[in-house]
């Protein structure tokens, strides 16, 4: 049985560690002088702009859809893909259908905290392994990615995007032994990403 989405993940929480809450970021870019870009994920949010209720069968029909979670108390629905390209063809296809298609990407965003970092532990690097360990272990697309740092040094934590809630739950599984990572003499823990407080996604990157 999917597990139940709720309007909350769109919404913003103060970030610590305490207090979890599930969350979907909002368009991000390095530079506020440019227009922030909002980069496709395998989830979509499906709602009518209208405030009326919307059919399945709308979307039962769409390419490579895996799953769908209805929202009632909003009338809308989350919609799962099984890549990148079907969420994206979907997301093109429901906004010609329709003007009453209201359709964006959701997010989930994670805070991890990462010990063993150095000096001359290279962002990069660092970043790409990262990455590659959350692909690997939860089949996530990590589409925002960013190590904390005042000036040059490394705080040990940082947060990342992904692109559906199955991945960020596996990710913060206690049972499935995840939550706690290694990568080498890297380690660290997986939250969820609170901010009340965050006026701004100034410390996120557009690019991975």
């Keep these: 049985m999917p597990t139940k989405q709720t309007k909350s993940e769109t919404t913003k929480f103060s970030k610590t560690p305490k207090n979890e809450k599930v969350v979907k970021t909002e368009e991000h870019t390095d530079d506020k002088s440019k227009k922030a870009v909002r980069k496709p994920g395998r989830t979509l949010l499906l709602k009518s702009a209208s405030g009326g209720q919307l059919n399945s069968s709308v979307f039962t029909g769409l390419q490579g859809l895996n799953s769908h979670t209805e929202t009632k108390s909003t ?23 329709s003007s009453d298609h209201r359709v964006k990407y959701s997010y989930y965003r994670v805070f991890f905290t990462m010990n063993g970092l150095t000096e001359s532990s290279d962002y990069n690097q660092v970043k790409k392994d990262l990455m590659e360990h959350v692909s690997k272990t939860a089949g996530a697309s990590v589409l925002y990615c960013k190590l904390y740092r005042q000036d040059t040094k490394f705080l040990g934590c940082g947060d990342f995007t992904i692109d559906t809630l199955d991945a960020m739950n596996t990710l913060l599984s206690k049972e499935g032994g995840l939550k706690d990572y290694t990568m080498g003499s890297l380690s660290g823990t997986f939250y969820r990403y609170n901010s009340k407080k965050d006026k701004s996604d100034d410390h996120l990157e557009s690019n991975v």
Aim: hydrophobic share 35%; aromatic share 18%.
């Design 75 to 97: 009338s809308s629905y989350f919609l799962t893909f099984n890549t990148v390209s079907d969420a994206v063809n979907a997301y093109k296809k429901l906004r010609n259908d």
